[in-house]
T-cell receptor, first 112, second 110 residues
Framework: DGGITQSPKYLFRKEGQNVTLSCEQNLNHDAMYWYRQDPGQGLRLIYY???????QKGDIAEGYSVSREKKESFPLTVTSAQKNPTAFYLC???????????FGPGTRLTVL | KNEVEQSPQNLTAQEGEFITINCSYSVGISALHWLQQHPGGGIVSLFM???GKKKHGRLIATINIQEKHSSLHITASHPRDSAVYIC????????????FGDGTTLTVKP
């Protein structure tokens, strides 16, 4: 089954705790992305990685961290420094012949 | 102010109607992407285009580079078309440098 897996679908955390969101892909795409979506707003880029062991900050990287140790995996950590972490988080990959983006099912994070 | 403007923000139609969703952007782009987001949150890519027109089933996407405008049309709309439609523009060769519109929420009533 080809695609992008994000887990869990729903995540609840207490304020002040770090939390890591998983993103795994078996599409063999080089590029991977993390987006945040808030109600009624467009997707905003948090971090992206175009190759293993390399990643760049997006538009709203503060309070987040990532790693890219394997091509298949691009986990996102939401740290306690993120002031308003409750949101819907989407992982995407890019590449292939058409260079289009493919999106995972998303993780809805709620910080209590 | 978003560099990518979608209109309308919300759209309600009766089954069978012809639907048009618009996307305007402010600077030159390398590609434009139409996406569909289902109520559960999953996003599906519909079209990526840099010129002209593309068609897939009942969906048609057009782009006018000179006018910096794209439209997504749905013919013979159906309740299963109810979703949020998102326009994203790419300003360079890196997909990560895309800017997303706020989305158009479409509801098709039977």
């Amino acid at each position: 089954d080809g695609g992008i897996t994000q887990s869990p679908k729903y995540l609840f955390r207490k304020e002040g705790q770090n939390v890591t969101l998983s993103c795994e892909q078996n599409l063999n795409h080089d590029a991977m992305y993390w987006y945040r979506q808030d109600p009624g707003q467009g997707l905003r880029l948090i971090y992206y990685s175009q190759i293993v062991n390399d990643f760049q900050k997006g538009d709203i990287a503060e309070g987040y961290s990532v790693s890219r140790e394997k091509k298949e995996s691009f986990p996102l950590t939401v740290t306690s420094a993120q002031k308003n972490p409750t949101a819907f988080y989407l992982c995407a990959t890019g590449g292939g012949r058409t260079d289009t983006q493919y999106f995972g099912p998303g993780t809805r994070l709620t910080v209590l | 102010k978003n560099e990518v403007e979608q209109s309308p923000q919300n759209l309600t139609a009766q089954e069978g109607e012809f639907i048009t969703i618009n996307c305007s952007y402010s600077v030159g782009i390398s590609a434009l992407h139409w996406l569909q987001q289902h109520p559960g949150g999953g996003i599906v890519s519909l079209f990526m285009l840099s010129s002209g027109k593309k068609k897939h089933g009942r969906l048609i996407a057009t782009i006018n580079i000179q006018e910096k405008h794209s439209s997504l049309h749905i013919t013979a709309s159906h309740p299963r078309d109810s979703a949020v439609y998102i326009c994203a523009v790419r300003f360079g060769t890196n997909a990560g440098k895309s800017t997303f519109g706020d989305g158009t929420t479409l509801t098709v009533k039977p």
